[in-house]
């Protein structure tokens, strides 16, 4: 029922040097963490790790489509942190649901927050800025609205430097008599990678 009492730990796989390890994480006092909103970075070089929740920031009384407050964690301090966050292009953006965070790492630190039915929010931990980055979806396989959990028909992750995006949806065609119901003929899938943020490249 409090925040205060509830517990997280990070795992650490072990090594032929190191043993495995659990450390644990406290909340942040102020709200609670729900799974698909944290993204986790390891700096492997350092020993430690970070973990990013972001949220929209709370600006004159209501929120805004550019301001986002990152909650960050150090695992060195063993503390939360919470700093103001802005979109460098905010005209552009479309972000509603969080689905899941991932981690893209790099010489940055980047990691990001998805939304599968619009975009991606990316944050590069390891700079000291105030920048977020928008990186829009492609466009659906399918006209048709998806209904239900976007999870189940479509998903993001990152591969050997690759932000990889794959979706399916129900092949239908219409019933051969008049009035008749359409008829399903099986799924269809396509994945799609991203190197440099920019361009979305089909790969099938």
């Known amino acids: ?48 790790f970070f973990i990013a929740v972001l949220r929209r920031a709370f600006i004159d009384r209501e929120y ?45 630190g980047s990691v990001g927050w998805v939304d599968l039915r619009r975009g991606i929010i990316i944050c590069d931990l390891l700079l000291d800025n105030q920048s977020l980055r928008y990186i829009p979806l492609p466009s ?23 932000i990889k995006y794959f979706e399916m949806h129900r092949n239908v065609r219409p019933g051969s008599d008049t009035g008749s119901s359409p008829i399903s003929e099986g799924w269809i899938a396509a994945t799609k990678k991203n190197k440099n943020f920019k361009h979305w490249l089909y790969f099938w």
Not at 140 to 154: E, H, Q
């Open 140 to 162: 659906p396989l399918s006209p048709d609205p998806v209904r239900g959990y976007m999870l189940y028909v479509r998903n993001i992750t990152v591969l050997q430097g690759y």
């Open 64 to 108: 805004t489509d550019g301001h986002f407050n990152l909650h960050l964690y150090n695992s060195k301090t063993k503390a939360w942190n919470i700093k103001l966050m802005l979109l460098d292009s905010p005209k552009d953006f479309e972000f509603h649901s969080l689905n899941k965070g991932i981690t893209i790492g790099g010489e940055l």
């Open 1 to 48: 029922m409090y925040t205060e009492n509830i517990r997280h730990f990070v795992y650490q796989a072990g090594t032929k040097k190191t043993p495995p390890s659990v450390k644990l994480v406290h909340s942040p006092p102020y709200f609670r963490i729900h799974d698909q909103e944290v993204a986790l970075l390891h700096c492997h070089d350092q020993e430690m």
